[in-house]
């Protein structure tokens, strides 16, 4: 039977839909909460709006808010759905995100929101604002002790039927700069807006993976986002047919991530991205990070795909020299797999960076654990991106 949200909410009296005339109470409670990695302590800055990043992060997006007994938010979370081919067809695929709660939550609290997520994944394919949605994943950094212990370790300890699956490891590497090693190879271009069909072809295509893209979903991500094709970056081949492609894209505009608190490591590594022409980072202050969007490459030889990243590096940074300082990247990310040690390899050409490692989670009840619903376990980079998430 077709459900929708109200009717999962009506037995939550602490829990409810969220709309764009809560952005304001929901930019004041997140100044208040930060997530801690093994790099320090992260605020993220959604002024002036806070459904602004939504609606790049999936084609609808949900926000839902968790409250105390005098009805003061207390927490909140996210859901969007995005359409893309999971293995082989075209699917909605359900995401969840933003996951954040004040230390002043209320036990009730808590146990709503834990009832109210376990009844969501149950039921979440009879629910009609979820579009037939097949699949629920979230990404959580390996060293967010907290959001681990609230999400994924939650079943060990016998309070919830939800298990958060892993199927696919990979690492967010963040480099901070580069040493001019290598010369940038010359195969690289700017896309034109005549390649368009050609880069979209060339993304959804000849993909073996477990999630990739479709059409629509590049698409729309260009319109909402409003990057132009020439932000993509095109390796060609001899035959003029390409064999790489990314684009740089950014959040800013959307969100601002503020470092609480500098480790020894990210001192000792800015001081040698400063030198390298990269802005200073300072603690409380917004960041600039990019992302490497979009990102395929067609070879399956993990030293080609080394040199075409590194060489997306040179490039880039070849592209940022060109701005006055305070407007360059403080960091620029790609995900690769975990057992790629991309990280290391890159440090290799001459990009200094910092790996944090991370998971991605099939959300499942443990009701519809079945070999049909599972998500195949990934071991190479799938063609969609996470990066806005």
Known sequence: MEKNFQDLLQNFNRVSLASEKHSQEILELSENIQMQTESGGLKFDRNPDFFALSKIQGEKTYTFLFRNSDN????????????????????YLGYTSDLRFSPNMEKETKIQFYQFYELLIKEFKNISELSSCQYIIASILDGNVAAKKVMVDKRGQNKGH????????????????????????????????????????????????????TEDEILRRKRVHQFSWSDFL?????????????ALLSDYLYRKAKVSQLTLGIKLSQMLAYFLGKPKVTENEPLRLGYISFLKIQSNNLNDRTTYLSQFFN????????????????????????????????????????????????????????????????TERPDFDIVFH
């Open 315 to 378: 490039f880039i940074n070849c592209l940022q020299r060109t701005l006055p300082k305070d407007e360059r990247y403080h960091s620029i990310t790609v995900h690769e797999p975990s057992h790629y040690n991309m990280g290391k390899r890159l440090l290799k050409k001459g990009h200094i960076n910092v790996e944090l490692p991370a998971t991605l989670y099939q959300v499942i009840h443990e009701s519809e654990l079945r070999e049909d619903n599972q998500l195949i376990t990934q």
């Open 234 to 246: 095109l390796f060609r081949d001899e035959n003029h047919k390409i064999t790489a492609c990314c």
């Open 72 to 91: 003061s938010l207390t927490g909140y979370g996210c859901v969007s759905i995005t359409p893309m081919m999971i293995k082989g067809q075209k699917e």
């Open 162 to 213: 939800l298990i958060h699956r892993p199927f696919y490891s990979y690492s967010n590497i963040n480099v901070i700069g580069s040493l001019p090693l290598h010369k940038i190879n010359h195969n690289i271009v700017r896309a034109q807006e005549k390649d368009h069909e050609e880069i979209i072809n060339f993304l959804t295509t000849d993909s073996n993976q477990n999630i990739s893209w």
